[in-house]
């Protein structure tokens, strides 16, 4: 059986919590078949984090 690719509508990649292993992160779910991740912003620093992130990784888009 073939699963379809899979997307994560809200995360919060941006956090800080992930600093020391957001790399590692993104790649554990794409491994898993996750294509897409949303990392949603919830203030000002976040949504700037979360742009950037969006920016320097394929598959990683940004809501603010």
């Known amino acids: 059986m073939t699963l379809a690719?899979?997307?994560d509508t809200h995360c919060h990649l941006e956090s800080k919590r992930f600093d020391h292993d957001r790399d590692?992160?993104?790649a554990r779910a794409r491994a898993m078949g996750v294509?897409?991740?949303i990392t949603c912003g919830t203030d000002?620093?976040?949504s700037q984090r979360a742009v950037a992130l969006a920016a320097a990784h394929e598959?990683?888009?940004a809501t603010i």
């Open 5 to 7: 690719p899979l997307g």
């Open 35 to 37: 294509c897409a991740v």
């Open 24 to 26: 590692d992160v993104i």
């Open 44 to 46: 000002e620093r976040g």
């Open 59 to 61: 598959g990683v888009f």
